[in-house]
């Protein structure tokens, strides 16, 4: 594919911006209606096939997670939800962060749906990009939900295109770490999970330190950049470029999947990191130019209006008619949200200093060098039939070593 021309298809549902986590919640799905609505008023939608996806079924989801845990999400509300057991609950990991509202299962077989179509539709040969901003929401586990994520429809999504791919890249850009997606293929070389992310001061997950490289067969087949605070658009592109170019060139993907959590943008709302919408839309530009089929998905942010913002840009990057849309922003019913500025680039600079030295960065870039000179190059795969108990192949062997590790792990 390259840089040239890319059959892109976009997925939105209007009903996805329509679910409420709570007043006081900082996860706005209303931020997919607003982005949607960008996309709409600078005419991207004239390049691009627009599809409705149709729900994922228990069945699709329990290709990742229990039925159990997907009977106890369709079942909950917040008028029964004192009627559960406390201690399922507990085991469930929902409360402040993971509230039950109306709609929640609902609201999960929606963005899944769409991220399981996407890859379906890459695996067909349909597309060369897939682009899903309701999904990406990559800290939900097998057993239960994690950081505002119920249902991690990014390892169903992968699962689906491990059935026509080799080697599948994930690559996340959202300020937290992908744990969720990393831990479910931990044990595989399969998968490749690079994550860029804030890690350190109890920040959340509390998950990927850079020794954190995978195990049994996906042994150095978990990337972790862990960043400080503040760093900017230059050298998050610098280390970005560096690891993903390596990447690449070592384990040889056939598909990729690119969780862009727009929670690494300046002044956002729950995160530390300093990057303006075109640096973070650099990086997006940069694995388009890969020419591997690629599902993009949303993730993290909660500045709604940044958020709307950046995925509108990196619907326009990818394209490739970044150029071809204004900085002032097309009206809406929701213009207001982008008050007072109404500009689709307004400066996000925190004035943050930038914590990352650059011995830091080198540092950083020096030993992941080192951990992919121990890969295989591109290893190569007998192909058979994936079936739905496909991660249990290589879970059940590292049950015991997963379970000394979580009780190693700070995070919720």
């Given at each position: 594919m390259?840089?040239?021309?890319?059959?892109?298809v976009?997925f939105?549902?209007?009903?996805a911006?329509?679910?409420?986590?709570?007043?006081n919640?900082p996860?706005k799905p209303?931020?997919?209606?607003?982005?949607?609505?960008?996309?709409?008023?600078?005419?991207?939608?004239?390049?691009m096939?627009?599809?409705?996806?149709?729900?994922?079924?228990?069945?699709d989801?329990?290709?990742?997670?229990t039925l159990?845990y997907?009977e106890?999400?369709?079942?909950?509300?917040?008028?029964?939800?004192?009627?559960?057991?406390?201690?399922?609950?507990?085991?469930?990991?929902?409360?402040?962060d993971c509230?039950?509202?109306?709609?929640?299962?609902?609201?999960c077989s929606?963005?899944?749906?769409?991220?399981?179509?996407?890859?379906?539709?890459?695996?067909?040969?349909f597309?060369?990009?897939a682009?899903n901003?309701?999904?990406?929401l990559?800290h939900a586990?097998?057993?239960e939900?994690?950081?505002f994520?119920?249902?991690?429809?990014?390892?169903?999504?992968?699962?689906?295109?491990?059935?026509?791919?080799?080697?599948v890249l994930?690559?996340?850009?959202?300020?937290h770490?992908g744990?969720?997606?990393?831990?479910?293929f931990?044990?595989?070389?399969?998968?490749m999970?690079v994550?860029?992310?804030?890690?350190?001061?109890?920040?959340?997950?509390?998950?990927?330190?850079m020794y954190?490289?995978?195990a049994?067969s996906?042994k150095?087949?978990?990337v972790?950049?862990?960043?400080?605070?503040?760093?900017?658009?230059?050298m998050?592109f610098?280390i970005f470029?560096?690891?993903?170019?390596?990447?690449?060139?070592?384990?040889?993907p056939?598909a990729?999947?690119?969780q862009?959590g727009?929670?690494?943008l300046?002044c956002d709302r729950l995160?530390?990191f300093?990057?303006?919408i075109?640096?973070?839309?650099?990086c997006?530009?940069c694995?388009?130019?890969?020419g591997i089929?690629?599902?993009?998905?949303?993730?993290g942010?909660?500045?709604?209006?940044?958020?709307?913002?950046?995925w509108?840009y990196?619907?326009?990057?990818?394209?490739?008619?970044?150029?071809d849309?204004?900085?002032?922003?097309?009206?809406?019913?929701?213009i207001?949200?982008?008050?007072?500025?109404?500009?689709?680039?307004?400066?996000?600079n925190?004035k943050?200093?930038?914590a990352n030295?650059?011995?830091?960065?080198?540092?950083?870039?020096?030993?992941?060098?080192?951990?992919?000179?121990?890969?295989?190059h591109?290893?190569s795969v007998q192909?058979?039939d994936i079936k739905d108990?496909?991660l249990?192949?290589?879970?059940?062997?590292?049950?015991?070593?997963?379970?000394?590790?979580?009780?190693?792990k700070?995070?919720?």
């Amino acid at each position: 594919m390259g840089m040239g021309k890319k059959r892109v298809v976009y997925f939105y549902n209007p009903d996805a911006g329509n679910f409420h986590y709570g007043p006081n919640h900082p996860m706005k799905p209303h931020r997919i209606t607003l982005a949607h609505t960008l996309v709409l008023g600078y005419g991207l939608t004239q390049h691009m096939q627009i599809y409705k996806a149709p729900k994922a079924s228990m069945k699709d989801m329990m290709a990742f997670h229990t039925l159990e845990y997907l009977e106890f999400l369709r079942d909950v509300k917040p008028s029964n939800v004192n009627d559960f057991p406390k201690e399922k609950l507990l085991g469930y990991n929902v409360g402040e962060d993971c509230p039950i509202f109306e709609g929640i299962y609902n609201f999960c077989s929606l963005y899944t749906g769409a991220s399981l179509m996407g890859a379906r539709y890459l695996n067909d040969g349909f597309t060369d990009i897939a682009i899903n901003w309701a999904g990406g929401l990559h800290h939900a586990k097998k057993f239960e939900a994690s950081g505002f994520c119920y249902v991690n429809d990014i390892v169903i999504a992968i699962l689906q295109l491990l059935k026509y791919h080799p080697r599948v890249l994930y690559i996340d850009i959202d300020v937290h770490h992908g744990d969720g997606v990393q831990e479910a293929f931990y044990l595989t070389d399969r998968v490749m999970t690079v994550s860029f992310h804030r890690f350190g001061n109890f920040f959340f997950p509390g998950t990927g330190d850079m020794y954190e490289v995978g195990a049994e067969s996906g042994k150095y087949y978990s990337v972790n950049v862990p960043l400080k605070e503040g760093i900017d658009d230059e050298m998050y592109f610098g280390i970005f470029k560096s690891v993903i170019t390596e990447v690449v060139q070592f384990y040889r993907p056939t598909a990729i999947v690119l969780q862009c959590g727009a929670d690494s943008l300046g002044c956002d709302r729950l995160g530390v990191f300093n990057l303006s919408i075109r640096g973070h839309g650099r990086c997006v530009r940069c694995v388009r130019a890969l020419g591997i089929p690629t599902l993009v998905v949303g993730g993290g942010g909660y500045t709604v209006r940044n958020v709307a913002r950046c995925w509108a840009y990196e619907t326009a990057v990818l394209l490739d008619r970044e150029e071809d849309i204004s900085n002032e922003l097309p009206y809406s019913e929701y213009i207001e949200y982008f008050a007072p500025d109404y500009t689709l680039h307004p400066d996000l600079n925190t004035k943050m200093e930038n914590a990352n030295t650059k011995s830091y960065v080198d540092a950083l870039k020096s030993t992941i060098h080192d951990n992919l000179k121990q890969l295989v190059h591109a290893p190569s795969v007998q192909f058979v039939d994936i079936k739905d108990n496909f991660l249990e192949t290589f879970e059940m062997e590292g049950d015991s070593e997963e379970e000394e590790e979580d009780g190693k792990k700070d995070g919720t």
